[in-house]
């Protein structure tokens, strides 16, 4: 089982290299890198520069807020910088952010990122093999890469692509053309991942005849501590964070499978109406511990192992700032030999 750390989000640039060389000494295979308030390649940058094995993957980059040719050049630098340790995880996010924060164009989600895939895909060619760019899709063309303007090829392969999404039709297109998948945190439970997940991309990968469909992480990010009392503390901490991510409508499905379909209203609601004080009051211990993995550093492991064994090639963990590193050395360990 692969491993994978996510860096804080709210982390001042300035830690990156600390943080990252923690992650890469308590055995980690993989650093994910998201796009909150920070430039996820500046990030990416400095997490390569300070180490010399960890694989690092954004998890996700905003898509749509950036042209196909300046997301291809910063991952080319990022992946030629660091001998091929990077990998390019996009994704679309919701329509309200595109447009209300990025204030960028907006449609067809499913498939204006397969598109932009498929872009970045024959940019990449172009960048490796010097051969005319020619990419005509319904939402980004690109015809014209003179010899200046190319980067020149790699001696690696060229990035992996990764997607991210909820929705089936998100899935769908993951099997038809990514190289691996990211459980967003509120679709990352078994469940989900039997029921509608995995029957989506293997529906995608059907539909394009590929042998062999994307890798799969599961990204449950699970509650844990040192000891059983202090799980609750953590527990809190993450309710708001929680509540939040369920405020989005696109993210409810989860709760509908799990007959939550008011709570995942009543959240919505309040974040409709810019209410964010109270949401975690609505996020009982009795919902987190149905949808979130939780455990001592002791039994986490187990717990993970009982979840995940045999449905997904990767695990995201969070890592407690002031755990102690030889016990999680130790889980790192353990919960790589989930098969």
Known sequence: MEIIASWPASSPLGEVAGWAQRVEALGFDVLHVPETIHDPFTV???A???TSTLTVRTSMVVA????????????????RFSDGRFELGLASQVRGNIVGRYSAEWSEPVARLGDYISAVRAIFRSF?????LDHDGPHYRFTRLQPYFNPGP?????????SGGVNRGMCEL?????DGFVCHPTNSHPAMIRSV??????????????AVGPRLVAGPQPIMAATTAELQAVRDSRRAELAFLYSTPAYRPQLDLFGLGDLAATLSGMAAA?????????LTDDVIDRLVPQGTFDTLPDVLEQWYSGLCDGIVLGIPEAADDTALTTLVERCRAIS
Request: without cysteine.
């Open 174 to 178: 993951a099997g038809r053309l990514s």
């Open 64 to 79: 749509f807020a950036r042209s196909p040719m300046l997301t291809a050049y910063s991952a080319w630098d990022l992946a």
């Open 197 to 210: 997940i995995q029957p989506a991309i293997d529906a995608g990968r059907t539909a394009t005849g590929r």
């Open 274 to 282: 810019v209410d964010w004080s109270g949401l975690e009051g609505h």
């Open 48 to 50: 390569l520069a300070s």
């Open 154 to 162: 790699l001696d690696t392969p060229a990035p992996t692509l990764w």
């Open 44 to 46: 990416a940058a400095l």
């Open 128 to 132: 490796q093999t010097g051969a005319e």
